[in-house]
């Protein structure tokens, strides 16, 4: 790595953390202007989240999905195709998970056999499901964003229909399935905490897309797809092909954290609705920059801006839309290419004119 590309990756992260601190700060003042206790409400929300072991262990929990849709969303945000079909992979996921695992439920698998399998349920239903808009970006140039916006709706639709009809357990007073088998529900972990297993799920898929994007021929095709399309193209590599595989793959681990928050958090499938996971892991991939490796760090912070949010609207006086303006102020400031590239433009330029001076004066010395 030149000293060029030092600056460049040091200046992003700088930008990042500046970005976070921005709308952190701004979280604090909101806080302290809308607030009649300010003090208390700061102390909630800088300190809540930690405040006790259940909520160290929702913290966790929040994060486990948004890490995983964050992984299925850098696939589509490495290759430039925002497919937004993700909100509604993670729904239907769960939904063909709980419809096969009720379906296997005479034959009395045990977890070892059952558990795998509806990852792999999920993991195809993932991939069939992103294929749709993908195709049809591919074969009659349909926008991919309005495709996939669309086909959310249909899900949703769709995955009450099966709730309503094929699953529903007429001896409760709520809408909600019949009881998945226990060998289909992952154990919680970590004693009072209550982590759910899922996080080794987590961490697994976040070696996996770490080692896919860095590691292998096929990653290094995305990023360069994504970076510079036309030197792509010139350089013989099929570009529409790689946009097409990247967008299945991510469709994979969309379906992959459908099951994992299914079998790890709920015993029954109960929404009616798209439960916004797809857009929380769009979020976290633009604070990760589309770099695997960051998902995490991206996922606990927004589950910790979550769960401090949640903290001081069940204890003090602050509605819940103030998660949704944070949240917006970090987007603007992590996605906007401009915000402070003109000191990382500053600081790369006086480092040239530095190099240019010592090789002028080597040259005058020689």
């Not at 486990?64 to 937004?84: D, E, Q, R, S, W």
Request: proline share 3%; aromatic share 10%; with cysteine.
């Amino acid at each position: 790595m030149n000293k060029t590309q030092k600056i460049e990756v040091g200046m992003e992260l700088l930008r990042i953390l500046a970005g976070l601190a921005i709308a952190y700060a701004t979280a604090l003042i909101i806080l302290f202007s809308i607030s009649a206790e300010p003090v208390k409400i700061i102390q909630l929300f800088v300190f809540g989240p930690f405040s006790s072991a259940r909520r160290i262990g929702s913290l966790i929990n929040l994060a486990i999905p948004f890490t995983i849709c964050g992984l299925a969303m850098c696939f589509m945000y490495a290759v430039n195709k925002f497919n937004l079909v993700v909100e509604g992979i993670f729904m239907i996921s769960a939904c063909m998970v709980t419809w096969a695992s009720l379906s296997l439920a005479p034959a009395n698998l045990s977890s070892g056999v059952m558990v795998p399998l509806m990852y792999v349920v999920a993991i195809a239903t993932g991939t069939l499901v992103a294929f749709i808009p993908a195709i049809l970006d591919r074969q009659f140039k349909a926008n991919v964003v309005v495709v996939s916006l669309m086909l959310n709706s249909i899900i949703g639709f769709f995955c009450t229909w099966v709730l309503r009809y094929k699953m529903k357990d007429s001896t409760i007073s709520f809408i909600g399935s019949k009881e998945i088998p226990e060998s289909a529900q992952m154990a919680s972990i970590f004693g009072k905490f209550r982590i759910q297993s899922g996080l080794v799920v987590a961490l697994l898929c976040l070696v996996l897309v770490s080692v896919l994007f860095y590691k292998t021929p096929f990653g290094w095709k995305m990023r360069m797809v994504g970076t510079n399309p036309n030197f792509s193209k010139a350089v013989g590599l099929s570009v529409v092909s790689v946009s097409f595989g990247a967008q299945l793959l991510g469709g994979a681990v969309a379906g992959v954290a459908g099951a994992t928050e299914m079998m790890g958090n709920y015993t029954r499938f109960q929404w009616t609705a798209t439960t916004g996971h797809g857009f929380d892991g769009l979020l976290v991939a633009v604070l990760a920059r589309r770099n695997p490796v960051l998902v995490p760090i991206a996922a606990l912070f927004l589950a910790y801006i979550r769960i401090g949010a949640d903290v001081v609207n069940t204890t003090g006086d602050i509605p819940t839309e103030f998660v949704t303006v944070i949240q917006g102020i970090i987007i603007l400031l992590v996605a906007a290419e401009s915000f402070m590239a003109g000191t990382k433009n500053r600081i790369i330029f006086k480092e040239a004119e530095k190099d240019l001076k010592a090789k002028e004066a080597a040259k005058a010395t020689a």
